[in-house]
């Protein structure tokens, strides 16, 4: 119980730093300075500090999106597990309200920008939407294959897979494990607005799906959502290196500081892929998104295979 | 069963007090929504006596001039929990309905329209009530045919003429597929459903009334290829009316086929992958056409087919775990599906409904329902537009609200049998969780779609005046948002309640199904958990923000534009533009369409880009069938000269054919 606690406290004070880390790996390929490392800290008391400007046209819907949207994530992060420790909250079928709290995140979002009534916000919303149809059923089967995989009892909460992922299981369905590593790569990607779906610094609204969304949203408002954008982004590299990882002594405290180095390591690959790619066009990033679908269906079927030959 | 048929006879009553008070609207519709409002008072706690698992309660009058007939009723726990929605949600519906039609159809005679609203009503009780096959049957057609009344009470307009056929036509086509499956289940003995058994049968046979049953009464449900007529009578009957179409008589369709498969004993597991398939093909079809609709009507109509996919889903999901065996847990799986699919029956009838009203609402402050020209609604109208969001959120199935927890069980179901079936036999748990995945990543669209355009954002048409909710109206409105939530908090005391239900449903015995019942409960205790974490931190944030706001400059201004400083409301995301991404790829399932002209002018005078939604099942399946049908027919035209003497000479040589056999006969 104490250690869930620590590890929530770890991801509500930690989540900014990935950004840092991001921006420095970046920054270190192209042989830039980068930085400050406590930047996105700065940034946040900055906007904690400011007044607000709402529009004109906009109604309720439009300041309680980011409210809604960062209680959404804060929720989420109680489910996910870290380290050796459980969730603080963990119950049979936890990862499907993971999945639809981070939904909700988006929908009200969605909403917010479209109680704007500007071209820009609506073409973000519709981007965010349609892509996020997408990534869901690849999620939720990848999870539905892991599920099978490690849980083996029939247990289906987070915080039980995630300790019974070993080398063991590594080593029994490697290929199976390894496919869906890629779906969940493409997911958290996607779900992240990181290149190659979206590019989180780009200044041409045009081409942009989550920053464009929240255009009008200023002073602590903004603030909840950089938060809330960067909470998530831990929350989805914990679960990659959680469920995934096979790197696990068995002892609370060492487990914990591997796991922090791990979502590191997530925060650096995803800096890598930024700095190596550029932005798919629009039209191609559905075929990304249903690739992710395919191999995660595909992480089924070879496992199906090999149940059925003994 | 007193309170019950008092709840009938005071529904019957005051329809033919409307009907007297016809030319009066206000004062017909008063008296129809009274007599609803009464009906489900005097009637309700008898139900919920039943639902809570009282031994049921049955009576039997005779009815002599019928062979076979019998005026039996009994009030089991299935019938109860159908009996929740058939009693509330007609009454809730008639108060703003009885505003709507006064304030937008003074001119004409509303007697006709109550007497069918409140028999409607009643027929739905007996529906739900009966016990014998000629009963159900007649209160079955009663039902049809006085919803094709509802349908077409603006029968001034083509359109509505055209969707009020194919209401009649698609649904005694239905009746079609009942008759013969009754007559398989009585094998010439009596007709009460006490005795109707599938025991004797051959498997065959067993088949056969089990996919009889799916059509007849998956036409009524709208389940696709059976769903055409479904759409075009949403979008023409008047106002907040689809509401009771969707929320409850589309729902009489699941409610005979669960009591059908009561009588037809362990279901082999082809059942539930037939099930499955339809579900998945209403589901993923309903959402897709319900994103490209023009017309808000028409995108809540097609939602409510997807919603009947969903509900298939938890159903098929249910029967599935029953083929894992009793040592897998199969008797808390088929709990678990079978729950499921009755808190999505319970959200989906409160979520439609409260959408529906909100459409209502909407067609009577604009004039019309049509996306492309509405939008900024919820400044007209705060607690319309406020109930329409939670509501669409609702039935997108996000937490805390009611959807979530019925999806969640559904999910649950088949991640639990994916996990503990093996071979083949896990395929279907699997495709139900990429599908129900999918259904509901697109269902926000769409309801983005619906609640974004229509009620956010400033209006694309004509302005709208602000027109002042009476207070009972806005306590349904609120009541419906309310409700909402509380059923996704609630969630676990809820389907605990429906035990009773779920044993009927699924022929076990109750005490076996209390047994497998914290299987349910307990996950869904961790989404209600969830869900008082996530209000929590909510109410924390609200304070936050106050507090940081707090002395500081809120400004308002001019939306963002990147500069540009008079962003005017043309140049907002329209519906078919919001839609296009999605309708350029996947489109072909929706019957999409869009046309460019090849050169544009630089100032283009009118909309350049048209977009068009045929529904596919009926452009593919059905049109060229009726079609040839016709063709077929027509050739009996030679026979209709149009001439009285022919006729005369047809009636002639008919008595005489009729008397050569009669004395043939006798000779």
């Known amino acids: 119980m104490i250690a869930s606690v620590c590890h929530l406290f770890l991801a509500l004070v930690g989540a900014p ?248 390591g997530v925060a650096v690959g995803v800096g890598l892929v930024e700095s190596v790619m550029a932005r798919l066009r629009l039209p191609s990033v559905p075929q990304l998104l249903i690739g992710a679908c395919a191999i995660s269906s595909l992480a089924f079927l070879i496992e199906r295979h090999g149940v059925l030959l003994p | 069963m007193l309170p019950l048929l008092t709840a009938i006879g005071l529904l019957s009553t005051g329809g033919l007090i409307a009907l007297v008070l016809g030319r009066k609207p206000r004062a017909a519709g008063t008296v129809a929504a009274t007599a609803c409002v009464a009906a489900a008072g005097v009637a309700l706690p008898a139900v919920l006596a039943a639902l809570a698992g009282g031994s049921p309660e049955s009576l039997v009058l005779p009815w002599a001039t019928i062979p076979g007939g019998a005026f039996h009723l009994v009030l089991d726990p299935l019938a109860a929990f159908f009996l929740v929605l058939v009693l509330v949600i007609p009454a809730v519906v008639a108060v703003p309905l009885a505003d709507y039609l006064a304030a937008t159809k003074p001119d004409r005679s509303h007697g006709l329209f109550w007497l069918a609203y409140t028999l409607l009503a009643a027929a739905m009780m007996v529906v739900v009530l009966a016990a014998n096959v000629l009963l159900f049957l007649v209160a079955w057609e009663v039902m049809s045919i006085t919803a094709y009344i509802l349908v077409v009470f603006r029968d001034d307009r083509p359109e509505v003429r055209v969707a009020g056929w194919s209401f009649l036509a698609a649904t005694h086509l239905g009746t079609a597929f009942l008759l013969p499956m009754f007559l398989i289940l009585a094998r010439g003995g009596p007709l009460e459903f006490d005795v109707l058994s599938a025991k004797e049968l051959p498997t065959a046979l067993v088949d056969t009334v089990f996919l009889l049953a799916v059509f007849g009464f998956g036409v009524k449900a709208g389940v696709i290829p059976f769903h055409v007529w479904l759409p075009t009578s949403y979008a023409a009957a008047p106002g907040p009316v689809p509401a009771v179409l969707s929320g409850v008589m589309s729902k009489l369709g699941l409610y005979g086929l669960l009591r059908v498969l009561t009588m037809l004993g362990p279901p082999p597991v082809w059942w539930a992958w037939v099930l499955i398939g339809l579900g998945l093909l209403s589901g993923v079809l309903g959402i897709l056409n319900a994103l490209v609709q023009h017309d808000l009507k028409m995108l809540l109509a097609y939602s409510s087919v997807e919603n009947i996919g969903v509900i298939l889903l938890g159903l098929g999901t249910g029967l599935l775990g029953l083929s894992a065996g009793p040592d897998r847990g199969g008797v808390a799986l088929e709990a678990l599906g079978f729950g499921g699919a009755m808190l999505h029956i319970l959200s989906h009838a409160i979520c439609k409904s409260a959408l529906f009203l909100g459409a209502g609402a909407v067609e009577r402050l604009a004039g019309h329902t049509e996306i492309d020209r509405l939008g900024g609604l919820l400044k007209v109208a705060p607690v319309v537009g406020t109930t329409f969001v939670v509501a669409s959120a609702g039935l997108c199935g996000l937490p805390p609200l009611c959807g979530f927890s019925s999806e969640f069980l559904i999910f649950l179901t088949a991640f639990e049998e994916e996990a503990r079936l093996s071979s083949v036999a896990m395929l279907p748990p699997l495709a139900v969780v990429g599908g129900l995945a999918f259904v509901g990543g697109l269902a926000c669209y769409a309801f983005a779609k619906a609640a974004g355009l229509t009620f956010l954002g400033t209006t694309r048409g004509p302005s709208v005046l602000p027109q002042r909710l009476g207070w009972t109206a806005s306590a349904i409105f609120i009541g419906l948002a309310i409700g909402c939530l509380s059923l996704g908090l609630a969630a676990p005391v809820v389907v605990g309640q429906l035990a009773p239900t779920i044993a009927v449903a699924t022929r076990l015995p109750a005490p076996v199904v209390t047994a497998a019942l914290p299987e349910v409960t307990g996950p869904l205790g961790g989404v209600t958990t969830t869900s008082t974490i996530l209000l929590g931190i909510l109410l924390l944030l609200v304070v936050v923000r106050k507090a940081l706001l707090a002395g500081r400059v809120v400004a308002t201004a001019v939306t963002w534009d990147c500069g540009y400083a008079r962003p005017a409301a043309s140049m907002q995301y329209t519906g078919s533009s919001f839609a296009e991404p999605a309708a350029s790829v996947l489109g072909g399932g929706a019957g999409y369409s869009r046309e460019v002209p090849s050169e544009m002018p630089y100032f283009p005078s009118e909309p350049p880009v048209r977009t068009d939604a045929v529904d596919p099942v009926k452009a593919v399946i059905y049109r060229p069938l009726f079609n040839a049908l016709r063709a077929t027919l027509a050739r009996g035209r030679i026979l209709q000269l149009g001439r009285v003497h022919v006729y005369v000479l047809y009636i002639t040589l008919t008595l005489l054919g009729l008397v050569v056999w009669v004395l043939g006969i006798k000779g």
Do not use: C
Not at chain 1, 37 to 54: E, F, I, N, S
């Open chain 1, 17 to 264: 730093f990935l950004l840092s880390v991001i921006n420095r790996t970046k920054a270190w390929i192209a042989g830039r300075h980068g930085q400050p490392w406590l930047q996105p800290y700065h940034d946040l008391l900055r906007l904690l500090r400011k007044g607000a400007v709402y529009s004109r046209t906009t109604s309720w819907v439009f300041r309680a999106g980011p409210l809604i949207g960062l209680a959404a994530v804060l929720t989420a992060t109680t489910l996910v597990p870290f380290g050796q420790a459980r969730a603080l909250v963990a119950f049979q079928g936890d990862f499907i309200a993971f999945v639809y709290l981070l939904g909700l995140a988006r929908l009200v979002t969605v909403l917010a920008a479209l109680d704007t009534g500007s071209a820009f916000e609506g073409m973000g919303a519709n981007r965010e939407v349609w892509f996020s149809a997408l990534t869901e059923p690849a999620l939720m089967l990848s999870l539905a294959a892991l599920a099978r995989e490690v849980g083996g009892n029939g247990s289906l909460s987070l915080s039980v897979l995630h300790l019974g992922m070993s080398a063991a299981v590594w080593s029994r369905t490697g290929f199976v494990l390894a496919l869906v590593a890629v779906a969940w790569v493409v997911v958290l990607l996607s779900e992240n607005s990181r290149i190659p779906v979206d590019d989180p610094t780009t200044h041409l609204e045009l081409t942009m799906i989550h920053e464009v969304m929240v255009l009008d949203h200023s002073g602590p408002d903004f603030a909840f959502i950089l938060y809330g954008a960067a909470l998530k982004l831990w929350l989805f590299a914990a679960l990659f290196v959680g469920l995934l990882s096979p790197v696990k002594t068995g002892l609370p405290g060492v487990d914990s500081v591997i796991a922090l180095a791990e979502v590191m």
